[in-house]
Nanobody, 115 residues
Framework: QVQLVESGGGLVQAGGSLRLSCSAS????????MGWYRQGPGKQRDLVAV???????NYDDSVKGRFTISRDNAKNMVYLQMNSLKPEDTAAYYC?????????WGQGTRVTVSS
């Protein structure tokens, strides 16, 4: 079991930046992957970025070059640095972890980008 708690969301103008943080209740060193998903109003939850144990990353095309995912195993933290934000980035952002066949989710943090 692992509990995930997101923070760092808020209201920002287009072109601005935010950094989301995800705090895990236990060591993330052994977790297969950790990632960020987002769900806009009336939309499904989609993958934004993922990072595996080796530190390899993958991004949705819509955020490549603007968002950066990172993990700090010593602090049990995962981050999402979001730059050049656009109104279409407005969504609830969820931290995700996978351990074996188990999926864990945080409660989400809201990001609103005004034009």
């Amino acid at each position: 079991q692992v509990q995930l708690v997101e923070s760092g969301g808020g209201l920002v103008q287009a072109g601005g930046s935010l950094r989301l943080s995800c705090s895990a209740s236990r060591s993330i060193f052994s977790l297969n992957t950790m990632g960020w998903y987002r769900q806009g109003p009336g939309k499904q939850r989609d993958l934004v970025a993922v990072i595996n144990k080796a530190g390899s990353t993958n991004y949705d095309d819509s955020v490549k070059g603007r968002f950066t995912i990172s993990r700090d195993n010593a602090k049990n933290m995962v981050y999402l640095q979001m730059n050049s934000l656009k109104p279409e980035d407005t969504a609830a952002y969820y931290c995700h972890a996978r351990s074996g066949l188990n999926d864990y989710w945080g409660q989400g943090t809201r990001v609103t980008v005004s034009s």
